[in-house]
DNA sequence: CTGTTAGCGCTTTCAA
DNA sequence: TTGAAAGCGCTAACAG
């Protein structure tokens, strides 16, 4: 955008023959216009090919017209999701989307926000978990709060301890221990954890919420229970085939995301070992596709569009007085095919 | 953003007790300050938690740090996978990027080259393919014309006849006819195509390959053998429902994306219809799942990320001379096991 | 109802 | 080097 001379409201004013003032009220409506001149304003900048400058709109006072979303990944469908949900709210408004992806770098994440307070977004959306890191947190702290004095409105999805913005609350922890104790139920007594990074709050909590289940039902999970990979596909591909390589006996692997789970089923089976016929693998999110793989995923559903919709909303009509509110939503358990009852270990 | 007293340039300078100009240029790096005035200026800012406000930067004539992109569906995996591309090259330029979705809505895609040329956005990249419709491409044409001739750069993925813009041209046609032709070399002679909307130019390129294919080999497609459905997984479960319906007898069902297969297969499994053993299934894309789908999905790779790469390259480095250019991308057809040799038909 | 005018916060000549 | 001042394009008082 070097160049290049711009249609501007001046033009417009000046071919329609009428004042600035007149041709922004005919142009935005705000009051009312006698109609010929309208009209006029109207063809003039139609014919220009006018289009206002956001910029000097967002500089001159006007309200502004934009929201930021900073996911880690836009690939994955987890965020996809939610940020589907965030974009069907901000759309339903009028809003327009910046959106930011970080790639779970603590970093970036910070620098988004700083990006996105520049832009003077009227909103942010942070969807990605919060890390569980001090100095991290109080650095987002440090970036958020004056932003927030300056009138902006900030929501999270998922955990942010000490961030005090408005909260959307999937029930991780809750759907993972009604998860484990589900396997339990159904037979299995000895578990592998295929996770993503430990210091997301995320899977942080859903693990805790796996070792909950479990302990209630007499079942601990030792550290060499666990599988640690990156969240994605090849994370959960990796993370597998480190449990396959130790020799792990379980019976019932449970994952901390459908896109791991999905790596870690292909891992087994190119080693073999057939779902749920050996093991049995349950995921959690609840992601479109996993109810179309053979077998259909056991998993945590997660209502992902609405955790984004929440989430604008919350952020939409918050009020200065009343910060730190939270949504919880609950997580629940669908049982489909890629588990079952274990059965005795056959002969090799 | 109503209220909220936001600190500027001009605090900062008073803090450090500097005038704005030299704090402007403290804080830029433009011009040589003096080290302790600009230590000065830099603490102070950092004191005050000051954020620039990008809208004066770019009202004031900074270059802009903003590029547009344009999708349909966030969710659908295929335009994820070209996004990340985008930001991927945006990150590494520094630039922010504004994602809009149009839900397919041509109305929408207009409304949203609009928005980001008011954000005057220095590149805006479309994703979505053109809609076979004139009055849409001179609509579009009028929205872009005066963007580039304020110096705004664009470029589109896939085919966009009469817009003059750089694009990005996966071989969607040819990957297409080579499927086809891979599919009656593997036997195959009775064929439905499963499609979406026929007016999207990246559909009808897609069908038309599949036609060329068939026809060189032979056989030829009458309109019973096509089913169309929203372009998304439940599109393609309808169309693949009202194939079966049909009762249509074809031994290979070609589809016109992965994210249809998908829901294709899921619908020909409900109807007791195994894949590939009753039917051969192709997909369209290669999204990142579909090798681990059980069957892994035949189908013809596109390399979606790089579509998004060189999308974002073309538009950056853009000179006003070289317009129009275009960059070709070679499709792949990937055989894996969702398509076999057909079996002579079983007695049922 | 319409026009005049004062900024919004920043960059950038132009002088000093 | 630094500072003063002129805008960038628009909106919103404030007068007419």
Chains 1, 2 share one sequence.
Not at 35 to 56: I, K, S
Not at 111 to 118: G, K, W
Not at 326 to 333: K, N
Request: proline share 4%; glycine share 8%.
């Amino acid at each position: 955008m070097s160049d290049g001379p711009h249609v501007t409201l001046e033009d417009v004013a000046r071919s329609a023959e009428v004042s600035l003032a007149t041709a922004s009220r005919a142009l935005n409506g705000t009051t009312r216009v006698r109609d010929d001149l309208r009209e006029r304003v109207l063809a003039a900048a139609a014919r220009l090919a006018y289009t206002p400058n956001a910029h000097a709109q967002a500089l001159a006072g006007a309200s502004r017209r934009t929201v930021g979303v900073v996911c880690h990944d836009i690939s994955d469908p987890y965020f996809a999701g939610i940020i589907r949900g965030v974009m069907r709210v901000a759309d339903r408004n009028g809003l327009v989307v910046m959106l930011a992806a970080t790639f779970a770098d603590p970093d970036k994440e910070l620098a988004c926000v700083s990006a996105l307070r520049a832009q003077r977004a009227s909103a942010i959306v942070l969807t990605g978990s919060a890390f569980e890191d001090r100095s991290w947190e109080r650095a987002m702290a440090a970036e958020l709060e004056p932003y927030r004095r300056g009138g902006g409105r900030v929501a999270v999805v998922t955990r942010h301890r000490s961030l005090r913005a408005d909260t959307v609350a999937p029930d991780n922890r809750g759907g993972a221990r009604a998860m484990a104790e589900a396997m339990h139920r159904l037979g299995h007594r000895r578990f592998a954890v295929v996770t993503g990074p430990g210091d997301l709050t995320t899977v942080a909590d859903r693990v805790t919420g796996f070792r909950e289940g479990l302990a209630g039902a007499g079942v601990e999970l030792s550290e060499r229970d666990f599988f640690a990979g990156s969240s994605d596909r090849d994370g959960g591909y990796a993370a597998a085939n480190a449990l396959i390589e130790a020799k792990h006996r379980a019976t019932c692997v449970l994952t901390t995301s459908d896109v791991m789970a999905l790596g870690a089923i292909t891992a087994l089976r190119e080693a073999g070992r057939t779902v749920p016929d050996d093991v049995s693998v349950t995921g959690f999110d609840d992601i479109p596709l996993v109810r179309d793989l053979a077998p259909p995923l056991t998993t945590v559903a997660l209502p992902l569009e609405r955790l984004g919709e929440e989430a604008m909303q919350l952020a939409l009509d918050g009020t200065t007085s009343a910060r730190g509110r939270t949504r919880r939503l609950s997580a629940e358990v669908l049982l489909r095919d890629s588990t079952v009852k274990p059965r005795r270990r056959r002969r090799r």
